[in-house]
């Protein structure tokens, strides 16, 4: 079934922040530990520039990623690329007594007496031509981490939620216009708390029954603007320095469902203050959870990978 027949002390899925401070404390606990995933960084790799990681003032998600990958391998962790699925041609991903087997697309079968997964949360586009080319460009899906990019710049954020919301009041205290696009007739229950800092923020106009449909720039500049399919005071197109997607991520919840993790409504692995799901030996950490509520940061997945690690290594050292 497996062309390496090793079994290692635990398998971490994904290749985010969360993975690869697994796969730092894993190591340093003396565990063989490999990282499996095909999102090199997650969702810091292309945030653009970041400026709330501590000890960087300032760094690009990128490089930031880099650098914790790097610190994997200075422990001789192997990094693959690979996705991990629910089966492939060798074999379904399940647990097998003690073992876990988990399919990679590859065809590959990864074997572990413990399991972290941190495959985080595949996020919604508005599927525009470049969208992808341009994020970190003036395309951005984290108004946290790039807020404070646009000192005195006009920006389009797009969504009706909560996080739209939230996006808009942080982004409106940098930059000097913020356009929140939403296509239906009213916002979709914000906190009203959220809310009230909308009403207060002068610099926000709201613009509604209106999609964002096509991106404009070029690929030297990148984003440069953004086309509408409903005129907005008579304008087919805004001059934009910067564009928030805010319709919300999905977490990838098909592998941990199918190897038997409980979710909740939102699609989140529910684990404990441990990281642990309800299934032994089956850990979770970062976006993928619902371990930090709302606050889906570089830093918090970091420390759940951290925890993570601590539990594989407690689990497998009772078996």
């Known amino acids: ?139 951005s899906y984290c108004s946290t981490c790039d807020a404070p990019m646009h000192k005195g710049n006009t920006v389009a954020v797009v969504g009706g939620g909560d996080s739209a919301v939230k996006g808009s009041v942080l982004i409106s205290k940098y930059a000097d216009k913020v356009y929140l696009i939403y296509r239906k007739s009213e916002l979709t229950r914000p906190e009203a708390a959220n809310l009230r800092q909308l009403d207060s923020a002068t610099n926000v106009e709201r613009i509604f029954n209106t999609n964002v449909v096509e991106l404009l720039g070029d690929d030297q500049k990148g984003l440069t603007g953004i086309k509408l399919d409903n005129p907005y005071q ?37 684990v404990d203050k441990y990281m642990n799901t309800n299934i032994p030996g089956l850990i979770a950490a970062g976006d993928l959870t619902d371990a930090s509520g709302d606050l889906k940061q570089t830093i918090t997945a970091a420390a759940q990978g951290s925890m993570a690690a601590t539990t594989a290594y407690e689990h497998v050292s009772n078996l």
């Open 1 to 139: 079934m497996n062309s390496e027949n090793k079994i290692y002390d635990v398998v971490i899925g994904g290749q985010g922040a969360a993975a690869f401070a697994a796969g730092m404390y894993a190591a340093r606990y003396q565990m063989s530990a490999i990282v499996v995933g095909t999102t090199f960084g997650g969702e810091t790799a292309t945030g653009g520039l970041i400026e709330n990681y501590p000890g960087y003032p300032d760094i690009d998600g990128f490089e930031l990623m880099m650098k914790f990958k790097e610190h994997a391998e200075k422990y001789d962790v192997p990094v693959i690329d690979d996705k991990l699925v629910i089966s492939n041609a060798n074999g379904n991903s399940r647990k097998e007594s003690d073992i876990f087997e988990i399919a990679g697309e590859s065809d590959q079968i990864y074997r572990g007496r413990s399991v972290i997964l941190a495959i985080g949360r595949e996020r919604r586009s508005l599927w525009l031509d470049h969208e992808e080319d341009w994020t970190g460009r003036g395309v």
């Open 234 to 270: 008579t304008l087919e197109s805004l001059d934009v320095d910067g564009l928030f997607i805010e319709i919300g991520a999905d977490p990838r919840k098909e592998l941990p469902m199918h190897l038997g993790a409980k979710v909740n409504e939102l699609g989140e692995v529910i």
